[in-house]
């Protein structure tokens, strides 16, 4: 019973840190940070000004639990950078032959004007 509670442990602190090596990247420039952030899915969707400030590539995957997780690191990185917002873009999947389907979704990452 030891044994599989040590080899449960494992696992789920192996799917934890995943989260955090395969966080979102960022490109683009960097701002103070801020403390609230707007979601947008199209940026026909923004009414004020904004300019593009850079990108992310976060990995996600296709259950809602993954992309809900994926949303709040995505929201957490922009808060550091300086964004005052964050439109999530194309969603893309690669087939692995070794490992089962990755999925990445593109991030713009704006300021408003």
Do not use: W
């Not at 947008?40 to 990108?55: A, L």
């Amino acid at each position: 019973m030891k044994v599989f509670k040590l080899i449960t442990a494992i696992g789920l602190v192996s799917i934890l840190s995943s989260c955090v090596l395969y966080g979102p990247v960022y490109f683009g420039s960097k701002y103070a940070p801020t403390t609230t952030i707007e979601s947008f899915y199209s940026t026909k969707d923004i009414k004020k000004p904004f300019e593009i400030i850079g990108h992310m590539n976060a990995s996600t995957g296709f259950s809602e639990y993954s992309q809900d997780r994926t949303r709040q690191l995505v929201v957490e990185k922009a808060k550091a950078i300086g964004a005052d917002g964050v439109v999530f873009s194309e969603l893309s999947r690669q087939v692995n032959k070794e490992t089962s389907d990755d999925y990445t979704i593109q991030v713009d990452v704006i300021k408003f004007k």
